[in-house]
C-alpha cells in the first residue's frame, strides 16, 4: 500500500520554491480554505490570540499533517518572500489544523495580518506553502476610537417614535487612498452609505446584544468606494432593539440600555505615501430625517416616499441647513467586533399566488413559510398609502390571520409596513430597519388591481455558509430534512429565536435543542460563540440565568430553569464535540461552575424542581423535576469533564461526584425498581434517564425495553414534547433501536413531522397539533439523526471535531439510498450509499489528516471489494471487527468505494 502511493509520488515531480528554488520531490497535499476564528479572511479580529485553521487536500489516501509551519507578516511583500515577521512558528512536528492558537508577536489594533502555512505530509515531505490568507485586527482599546458617539439634538422625550435619522459628513480627498476601513457601531441598526452606494451587502447590522455590556461594531473595506475630490459618508439608523418603542410583554421598551438611535463611525485612510487620515463621527456630522418615519422591530416600518431627500449621501449633496448633530454618550457596554457572519437577504421568492380576499384586499402567497419581507413595486398618485400585513395563516374566507403571532403585541399592529407613493413611475421599496415571519402577504391599498410581479419575498437571516446536505430515498424525509433548514435560518438573525413572528427572543432552551442540527447544516459555531457571549452578559452573579438572551430583564422569574439555560453549558460542549473548539468551553468555565453551583443551591435533596419541563408535549405530561434535575446532572458532568482538560483535578473531581449524588438522587426519587419505570413512565422520563446516562447500569437494558415496548404499545407514535422528543431520538438511536426512530419519523399522523406535512407545511411547528406558531425550530434534531443514522456520520467524543470519526450508515425501512455530506473543519465528510439488488454500496470520502471507522452493513468480510479490490488488499483499510451485521474498518484519509453483500434479510 505504502508502496503503492510512493510510486505515485516519485511520478509526481512537483516544482517547488522551497529553500533552494531548486525543482524537488513534494508533497501533494495542498493547505485550502484559510480561517481566522472560523471566518475567511476576516476584517474586525478583536481576540488577541487568534486562532487559524486549515484545510488539506491530497489526491492520494491515507494522507495526514506530520508538521506544520505557520507564517504571519504585516505586509503582503515580506510574505511573499516567506516571512513571516508577525510570527514565524517554524516547523512544528503536529498534526493540529484547526485552532492553533497565533503565538506571535503581539497584536496590535488595526494590522493587517498576512499568513500562509505549508505542512509536512506522512513521508516528512511538503508541499508549497498554501494561497495568503488575511484577516484585519480589529480596535482593541477604547482609546482607538477617536469617533464620538453621536446621535440627533433632542431630549429622553425623542425616544418615542420618531423618524429615523440621517447622518452625513462630507470631506475632501487630494488623492484616493491605497487602503480604507470603515469602523461602525450604528444602533439599533444601521445602514452605512459612501458616495451615494450601500457599503457592502450586510442588512440588520450590528447584531442584537444587550447594549449595556457589549454592542458590536463592523468593519468595511470602502477602498474602491473613496475617491479624489469629494466624498460624503451618510448613515441611516433604525430603533431595532435599541430602541424598542413599543410595547409587548417582554418589556424591550423597559431595557435597561434603551435609548434613542446612536451611531459612532470611524473611516481610516491609509495613503500611498503611508500617511492616514480619519473621518470620524462628531458634532460637526449633519443630521435630518428621511423617508422612514416609523419603525419597530416587532411591529413594522412606514415609508412616506415623498420625505426622501434625493442625493443625501452623494458627495454633491448641500447639506448646509441641515442641523448638526449631538455627542452622546452611547451605550455603556464594551463596542466589540462582530466575529460571526452577517444578515443578508439570501433569496427572493417569487410568489406563488394571488387572491383577493374581499374587494381591494390582495393576499399573495409566498408558498414558503419563511423570514424576511417583501420587496414592492408599484406606481400611483402621491400619497398612496399600501398596507402589506404579514403572517403565516389566513382564515377561513381567505384573509390574513395574525391573531397568534400578534397577542402579546400591547401597542400598534404587528408585522406591518406601510409604503406611501411619492407618484413617480414606477417605485419599488423594501424596509431596511424590520423583519418579519410570514408565508402571506396581505396588501391592500393598491391603486388599482394587484398583479403577481408586484411583490417578491426577500429572505433574510444571519447568512450561514451551508455546512452539510441530506437526501435519501424517503421523499417524506427529505420534506422533513427542507422544512427543518427554513425553521433553522428563518429562527437565526444574529441570535437564535423561538420564532421570526410572535415573538423574536432568543429563547434557550430552543437553540439547544436545535444546535446539533445547526452545526451539521451550518457553518454556524462562530454565530453560537457569540451568542455564548450573551448568555455571559446575561448571568447574574448568583448563577442564574433568563429564558430569553438577550433580554431587557424579562425571563428570569418565569421561562428558565435547566432545561432552558442549560444551553450555556451544552452549546459550548457541542462547538467542542463538532468543531473541536475548546475555547469556548474553557474560557467559560468559571460561569458554567456558577451556573451548577447555583443550581445546587436550588436543589433539595439532589432534585431540582426550578424550571420549565418538556414544553408542548403530544399528550402525556412529566414532572419538571424531572427534566430539570436530568440537566443539572448533565451540566455538572459537563463541568467535571472540563475541570479534568483544564487540569483542575479537585473541580473534576468534586463535580464529578456531585454528577454521582445527583444520579443516586435521582434514582431515589423517580425510578420504581419494581416496574423499571420512571415518574410513572412517560415516555420522556424513561428517555431522559436513559439519554443522560442517569440509569444504574444493571437496569439498563430493563429500563430500555420498557421504553421500547412503552412506545409499540403507543403504535410507534412519540408521546412527547420538545425535550422528549430529542430525548427518545438520542437514546433509542444510542441503544441500537433506531429503527423505533424511523418508525416515530414516518408516520404522518398525530403527533408526527408527517402530519405536518400533510396539512401542507413548508416549515417545523410549534406544536404536535398545528396550534399557534408555524416557524419553530425546537423539533429540529430530526435532522441531526438524519446525519448520524441515515448518512452515519458521527463525531468521536474522544477525538473531537471529526478528527476521527466514524461512517455506520443504518438500513431502516424502506430506505434505499442516502447521500450525505458535512464539511467539517478538516474537510468535506462523505458518505453516499444504495442498496442494489442484494449489494450494498458505500462510497465515503474522509478528509486529509483524519482517519474513520466505517461500518460495511455484510456479514461476510471475504466478499466485501473496495475499489477493484477485495477488501483483504485494500489500500488503507484495515480490518478490525464483525459487530453485528457490519463488517468495521479503520480507514485512512481520502475516497472509497466499499461493495458488499447484504445479510439476507437486508436485501431488497
Ligand atoms: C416560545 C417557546 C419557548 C417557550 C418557553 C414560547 O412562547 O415560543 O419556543 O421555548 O415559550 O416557555
Redesign the pocket.
Known amino acids: 500500500m505504502i508502496g503503492l502511493r510512493t510510486v505515485m509520488l516519485v511520478q509526481m515531480i512537483l516544482v517547488s520554491s522551497v529553500g533552494t528554488g531548486l525543482p524537488q520531490l513534494g508533497s501533494d497535499v495542498r493547505v485550502v480554505d484559510l480561517r481566522c476564528e472560523y471566518m475567511s479572511n476576516p476584517l474586525g479580529v478583536d481576540v488577541t490570540q487568534p486562532r487559524l485553521s486549515w484545510k488539506l487536500e491530497s489526491r492520494w489516501r491515507g494522507q495526514k499533517q506530520t508538521a506544520y509551519q505557520v507564517l504571519v507578516a504585516d505586509s503582503e511583500g515580506m510574505l511573499k518572500d516567506d516571512r513571516g515577521n508577525l510570527w514565524d512558528s517554524g516547523k512544528v512536528a503536529s498534526d493540529q489544523s484547526i485552532h492553533v492558537v497565533y503565538a506571535g508577536r503581539p497584536l496590535t489594533s488595526r494590522t493587517r495580518c498576512y499568513w500562509k502555512v505549508r505542512v509536512w505530509d506522512i513521508d516528512d515531505k511538503t508541499g508549497p506553502f498554501s494561497e495568503i490568507g488575511t484577516w484585519d485586527m480589529g480596535l482593541l482599546l477604547p482609546q482607538d476610537w477617536n469617533a464620538q458617539w453621536v446621535s440627533v439634538p433632542g431630549t429622553d422625550e425623542d425616544k418615542g417614535p420618531q423618524p429615523a435619522p440621517l447622518f452625513r459628513k462630507s470631506f475632501l480627498l487630494a488623492k484616493p487612498p491605497v487602503s480604507a476601513r470603515v469602523y461602525i457601531c450604528g444602533l439599533g441598526y444601521h445602514e452605512l452609505r459612501l458616495n451615494g452606494e450601500k457599503v457592502g451587502d450586510h442588512v440588520l447590522d450590528p447584531a442584537f446584544t444587550r447594549y449595556d455590556r457589549r454592542a458590536l461594531y463592523v468593519v468595511h473595506d470602502v477602498t474602491s468606494l473613496l475617491k479624489k475630490g469629494s466624498n460624503a459618508l451618510g448613515v441611516i439608523l433604525g430603533n431595532g432593539w435599541y430602541n424598542m418603542h413599543t410595547r409587548a410583554v417582554w418589556d424591550f421598551d423597559k431595557a435597561p440600555w434603551r435609548d434613542r438611535p446612536v451611531l459612532r463611525c470611524q473611516l481610516e485612510m491609509t495613503f500611498d505615501d503611508a500617511s492616514t487620515r480619519t473621518v470620524a463621527s462628531d458634532a460637526t456630522w449633519r443630521v435630518s430625517t428621511g423617508p422612514i418615519i416609523f419603525d419597530s422591530i416587532r411591529n413594522g416600518e412606514t415609508y412616506d416616499a415623498r420625505l426622501e431627500k434625493a442625493g443625501w449621501d452623494a458627495a454633491e449633496f448641500n447639506d448646509i441647513n441641515w442641523p448638526l448633530a449631538e455627542a452622546d454618550s452611547g451605550p455603556t457596554g464594551e463596542l466589540r467586533a462582530q466575529m460571526m457572519p452577517p444578515i443578508k437577504v439570501t433569496q427572493t421568492l417569487k410568489p406563488a399566488k394571488l387572491t383577493e380576499s374581499k374587494p381591494g384586499v390582495w393576499v399573495f402567497d409566498i408558498g414558503q413559510n419563511m423570514a424576511g419581507w417583501a420587496r414592492l413595486k408599484v406606481s400611483g398618485p402621491a400619497g398612496t398609502q399600501v398596507i402589506m400585513r404579514y403572517g403565516e395563516r389566513l382564515h377561513a374566507d381567505g384573509t390574513l390571520d395574525q391573531q397568534d403571532i400578534g397577542q402579546h403585541i400591547k401597542a400598534g399592529k404587528p408585522q406591518t409596513d406601510t409604503y406611501i407613493l411619492k407618484g413617480q413611475g414606477t417605485e419599488v421599496w423594501e424596509p431596511q430597519f424590520v423583519y418579519h415571519g410570514f408565508q402571506y402577504v396581505e396588501v391592500t391599498g393598491l391603486p388599482g388591481k394587484a398583479s403577481l410581479d408586484m411583490l417578491e419575498a426577500r429572505v433574510v437571516h444571519t447568512a450561514f455558509d451551508k455546512a452539510g446536505s441530506f437526501e435519501c430515498s424517503n421523499d417524506l424525509f427529505n420534506r422533513i430534512q427542507r422544512n427543518t433548514l427554513w425553521s433553522y435560518v428563518s429562527n437565526f438573525h444574529g441570535y437564535p429565536t423561538?420564532?421570526p413572528h410572535?415573538?423574536k427572543?432568543g429563547?434557550t432552551?430552543?437553540a439547544h435543542l436545535a444546535a446539533e442540527t445547526g452545526l451539521y447544516n451550518f457553518d454556524s459555531a462562530a454565530a453560537y460563540a457569540k451568542w455564548i457571549g450573551d448568555l455571559r452578559d446575561e448571568q447574574r452573579d448568583s448563577g442564574e440565568l433568563p429564558?430569553i438572551v438577550p433580554t431587557s430583564g424579562w425571563g428570569y422569574a418565569w421561562?428558565n430553569g435547566p432545561a432552558?439555560d442549560s444551553a450555556y453549558v451544552l452549546i459550548p460542549w457541542y462547538l467542542y464535540q463538532y468543531s473541536g473548539d475548546t475555547r469556548v468551553l474553557t474560557e467559560r468555565y468559571d460561569r458554567h461552575k456558577r451556573y451548577v453551583d447555583y443550581l445546587t443551591s436550588k436543589a433539595e435533596h439532589g432534585i431540582v424542581s426550578i424550571g420549565?419541563g418538556d414544553?408542548v408535549p403530544a399528550k402525556s405530561k412529566t414532572p419538571e423535576k424531572v427534566t430539570s434535575t436530568g440537566y443539572y446532572y448533565r451540566d455538572a458532568l459537563i463541568v467535571s469533564k472540563t475541570a479534568a482538560m483544564l487540569g483542575k483535578t479537585e473541580d473534576a473531581r468534586k463535580y464529578g461526584d456531585l454528577a454521582l449524588e445527583i444520579r443516586d438522587a435521582f434514582n431515589r426519587e423517580f425510578f420504581n425498581r419494581e416496574t423499571g419505570l420512571y415518574a410513572g413512565g412517560t415516555q420522556t422520563a424513561m428517555s431522559c434517564a436513559l439519554t443522560h446516562g442517569l440509569v444504574p447500569p444493571a437496569e439498563r437494558a430493563r429500563v430500555f425495553g420498557n421504553l421500547v415496548a412503552m412506545i409499540e404499545k403507543n403504535d410507534g407514535f412519540l408521546d412527547a414534547g420538545?425535550l422528549g422528543t430529542k430525548y427518545l431520538i438520542d437514546c433509542l438511536t444510542a441503544g441500537g433501536r433506531a429503527d423505533v426512530v424511523y418508525a416515530m419519523a414516518t408516520k404522518t399522523t398525530y403527533p408526527s413531522w408527517g402530519r405536518w406535512l400533510e396539512e401542507g407545511a413548508t416549515t417545523l411547528w410549534?406544536q404536535w397539533d398545528g396550534n399557534a406558531?408555524r416557524n419553530?425550530i425546537?423539533f429540529g434534531h430530526i435532522s441531526a439523526w438524519f446525519y448520524q443514522v441515515l448518512g452515519g456520520i458521527v463525531p468521536d467524543p474522544e477525538a473531537v471535531g471529526f478528527k476521527h470519526f466514524s461512517i455506520k450508515p443504518q438500513l431502516l425501512g424502506d430506505v434505499t439510498l442516502a447521500k450525505a455530506e458535512h464539511k467539517s473543519m478538516y474537510g468535506p465528510i462523505r458518505s453516499n450509499w444504495e442498496i442494489r439488488g442484494d449489494q450494498f454500496i458505500l462510497k465515503i470520502a474522509v478528509p486529509v489528516n483524519t482517519t474513520a471507522t466505517v461500518y460495511v452493513p455484510s456479514d461476510k468480510q471475504k466478499t466485501i471489494t473496495e475499489g477493484p479490490d477485495y477488501i483483504h488488499a485494500g489500500d488503507h483499510t484495515k480490518f478490525l471487527r464483525i459487530e453485528d451485521e457490519y463488517v468495521v474498518f479503520e480507514v485512512e484519509s481520502g475516497t472509497y468505494e466499499f461493495i458488499s453483500q447484504l445479510p439476507a434479510r437486508e436485501a431488497k
Request: hydrophobic share 35%.
Open positions: 423561538d420564532c410572535r415573538e427572543n429563547w432552551g430552543d429564558g421561562g432552558w420549565l414544553w420538545i410549534e406558531s419553530h425546537m
